[in-house]
Nanobody, 119 residues
Framework: QVQLVESGGGLVQAGGSLRLSCAAS????????MGWFRQAPGKGREFVAG????????SYTDSVKGRFTISRDNAKNTVYMQMNNLKPEDTAVYYC????????????WGQGTQVTVSS
């Protein structure tokens, strides 16, 4: 079973930055497009950003464009997301998964990492 372990969340003031990491195992990581999702309290999980298996392309939901940057290191089986100029509306639990378009591939999600942005 695929394992996805997210880390790097925390409490930050509006305008601050965080860098999330997701370590993946039990899959051929370099063959999968990867992405980040988030789930705010009382809301469904939404796609945030994605990166192709070959690092050739990235995509972002409109609300984070210009503030978040997704990257990956295939040698380390890890995907990252640098989050700058954070806003209170970015508060959510953040998850990673392999992606097809904007949908998660694996049913088994990690525990996520909590990001809380105070105003």
């Amino acid at each position: 079973q695929v394992q996805l372990v997210e880390s790097g969340g925390g409490l930050v003031q509006a305008g601050g930055s965080l860098r999330l990491s997701c370590a993946a195992s039990r899959l051929t990581f370099s063959e999968y497009d990867m992405g980040w999702f988030r789930q705010a309290p009382g809301k469904g999980r939404e796609f945030v950003a994605g990166i192709s298996w070959d690092l050739d392309s990235t995509s972002y939901t409109d609300s984070v464009k210009g503030r978040f940057t997704i990257s990956r290191d295939n040698a380390k089986n890890t995907v990252y997301m640098q989050m700058n100029n954070l806003k209170p509306e970015d508060t959510a639990v953040y998850y990673c998964n392999a992606v097809q378009g904007t949908r998660g591939v694996f049913r088994s999600w990690g525990q996520g990492t909590q990001v809380t942005v105070s105003s």
